[in-house]
């Protein structure tokens, strides 16, 4: 059993006891302000993960979070699996009264129900991903984020993993250099799927950024960047995203 394997059976027991909330308020996200100004960077808390370990010892979200916001981050990315990541939806709910900014909700859906906790916590855009549904799930899955006027985050790993996502008409695709079977990393990941993708489908290419100066080796054809490790070991988080900017 993989670690993603061992994830998603968790989570199956999670989920029977999170609420069911039936009716959040619906989203009034202006999609297209996420890429302004260009590239759209998503800052992502995180406490820790299954290939890092402890990331953040004294982990401060609403510090970490008001770095992004004085970086200038388009959005916030936050975890909100605690048994693997050592995130939580209340976290989530933290950084929504902290701020507007469009926050992901990056959690290991596989249920309605998820989506509409995660909306009513605050979240403006919802991750899915690929590898964890079979179609008709991630239909429906993408179908209910977008009932509650949020966006669908879809991330993808593959040709076969992109080629199943297009079936569903993204708006939005991530493309995650991290292999998430073996958690190994390879940074080529994102320029091989490129020229499959359709102009009109937002790029985020995430993990494996060390420094703002990896942004120069993606193709102008990426949207955006997703990052969580390297950022959150800065000692500088500010001048990490406005280097970003700059490059």
């Given at each position: 059993?993989?670690?993603?394997?061992?994830?998603?059976?968790?989570?199956?027991?999670?989920?029977?006891?999170?609420?069911?909330?039936?009716?959040?308020?619906?989203?009034?996200?202006?999609?297209?302000?996420?890429?302004?100004?260009?590239?759209?960077?998503?800052?992502?808390?995180?406490?820790?993960?299954?290939?890092?370990?402890?990331?953040?010892?004294?982990?401060?979200?609403?510090?970490?979070?008001?770095?992004?916001?004085?970086?200038?981050?388009?959005?916030?990315?936050?975890?909100?699996?605690?048994?693997?990541?050592?995130?939580?939806?209340?976290?989530?709910?933290?950084?929504?009264?902290?701020?507007?900014?469009?926050?992901?909700?990056?959690?290991?859906?596989?249920?309605?129900?998820?989506?509409?906790?995660?909306?009513?916590?605050?979240?403006?855009?919802?991750?899915?991903?690929?590898?964890?549904?079979?179609?008709?799930?991630?239909?429906?899955?993408?179908?209910?984020?977008?009932?509650?006027?949020?966006?669908?985050?879809?991330?993808?790993?593959n040709d076969d993993e992109l080629e199943r996502a297009l079936k569903t008409e993204p708006e939005l695709l991530l493309i995650n250099n991290r292999n998430l079977s073996s958690f190994d990393v390879d940074m080529s990941t994102t320029e091989k799927l490129?020229?499959?993708?359709?102009?009109?489908?937002?790029?985020?290419?995430?993990?494996?950024?060390?420094?703002?100066?990896?942004?120069?080796?993606?193709?102008?054809?990426?949207?955006?960047?997703?990052?969580?490790?390297?950022?959150?070991?800065?000692?500088?988080?500010?001048?990490?995203?406005?280097?970003?900017?700059?490059?």
């Amino acid at each position: 059993m993989t670690i993603l394997d061992k994830i998603v059976a968790h989570k199956r027991t999670e989920i029977e006891n999170m609420e069911d909330i039936q009716n959040p308020k619906i989203c009034k996200m202006d999609f297209d302000k996420l890429f302004e100004p260009s590239p759209c960077i998503i800052a992502e808390l995180k406490a820790a993960s299954p290939s890092e370990g402890i990331i953040a010892e004294n982990f401060n979200p609403s510090l970490q979070a008001q770095y992004y916001i004085n970086g200038r981050a388009n959005a916030i990315s936050i975890l909100t699996d605690y048994e693997f990541f050592k995130g939580s939806f209340d976290v989530l709910e933290q950084i929504r009264d902290q701020t507007k900014q469009p926050l992901l909700c990056k959690e290991f859906i596989i249920e309605e129900k998820q989506i509409r906790y995660a909306r009513a916590c605050g979240a403006d855009l919802v991750l899915l991903i690929v590898k964890i549904l079979d179609d008709d799930r991630l239909l429906a899955l993408k179908q209910e984020i977008e009932k509650w006027g949020m966006k669908a985050l879809i991330e993808i790993q593959n040709d076969d993993e992109l080629e199943r996502a297009l079936k569903t008409e993204p708006e939005l695709l991530l493309i995650n250099n991290r292999n998430l079977s073996s958690f190994d990393v390879d940074m080529s990941t994102t320029e091989k799927l490129l020229d499959g993708i359709p102009d009109d489908v937002r790029v985020i290419a995430a993990s494996g950024i060390q420094s703002p100066d990896d942004l120069k080796n993606f193709s102008a054809r990426v949207d955006g960047f997703l990052i969580g490790t390297s950022l959150m070991r800065s000692d500088n988080p500010e001048k990490f995203l406005r280097d970003c900017r700059d490059g």
